[in-house]
Antibody, heavy 126, light 110 residues
Framework: EVQLVESGGGLVKPGGSLRLSCAAS????????MSWVRQAPGKGLEWVGR??????????DYAAPVKGRFTISRDDSKNTLYLQMNSLKTEDTAVYYC?????????????????WGQGTMVTVSS | QAVVTQEPSLTVSPGGTVTLTCGSS?????????PYWFQQKPGQAPRTLIY???NKHSWTPARFSGSLLGGKAALTLSGAQPEDEAEYYC??????????FGGGTKLTVL
């Protein structure tokens, strides 16, 4: 069964840091392009960023609100995706989801969002 | 950054048909935007219904279909069920990593 499980959320003060993890199973993680999407309380979905597979360069892209503060990385030996969040702001409060899709579809479309984790809540508050 | 627009809310009667749309501030939505549609119920993660304009996953109920309609992406629900009451989001891709979600449509089945 294809599965994504996020962890690492919690309460952090403004200016603080937090690292989220996303454990993948049921598919070849090393071939997958992985994305993070967040959802503030009562609001819509917002793309945070993505990381390509190492085969495709392993490069990262970020949404403007988080660029320079958030870093996405991966450990293919552990089938795990990470989101390092620094200089956190109150507006970063959200549920954070990891998501991915078929590599063959990504090769055509550039992105895929077919499998989602259950999310982990991050609250930035003093 | 492009803005993706959806109807804030729609209501459909049980057994009825409703079409949700997804527009782009940059112009007509095309297959090149690789439209996605997601369903999200309260307290749950999004679930992907449609990808690449009109393709369904194995878990997508047959009553949902995707298309391009009048310069927008469209999600049509034919034969609405009470369990279809949810928030629906579309997503459009713009040149590689640049993807934008719509603001969501709250669908009420009443």
């Amino acid at each position: 069964e294809v599965q994504l499980v996020e962890s690492g959320g919690g309460l952090v003060k403004p200016g603080g840091s937090l690292r989220l993890s996303c454990a993948a199973s049921g598919f070849t993680f090393s071939n997958a392009w992985m994305s993070w999407v967040r959802q503030a309380p009562g609001k819509g979905l917002e793309w945070v960023g993505r990381i390509k597979s190492k085969t495709d360069g392993g490069t990262t892209d970020y949404a403007a609100p988080v660029k320079g503060r958030f870093t996405i990385s991966r450990d293919d030996s552990k089938n795990t995706l990470y989101l390092q969040m620094n200089s956190l702001k109150t507006e970063d409060t959200a549920v954070y989801y990891c998501t991915t899709g078929s590599p063959s579809y990504i090769a055509v479309a550039g992105n895929a969002f077919d499998i989602w984790g259950q999310g982990t809540m991050v609250t930035v508050s003093s | 950054q492009a803005v993706v627009t959806q109807e804030p809310s729609l209501t459909v009667s049980p057994g009825g048909t409703v079409t949700l749309t997804c527009g782009s501030s940059t112009g007509a939505v095309t297959s090149g935007h690789y439209p996605y549609w997601f369903q999200q119920k309260p307290g749950q993660a999004p679930r992907t219904l449609i990808y690449d304009t009109s393709n369904k996953h194995s878990w997508t109920p047959a009553r949902f279909s995707g298309s391009l309609l009048g310069g927008k992406a469209a999600l049509t629900l034919s034969g609405a069920q009470p369990e279809d009451e949810a928030e629906y989001y579309c997503l459009l891709s713009y040149s590689g990593a640049h993807v934008v979600f719509g603001g969501g449509t709250k669908l009420t089945v009443l």
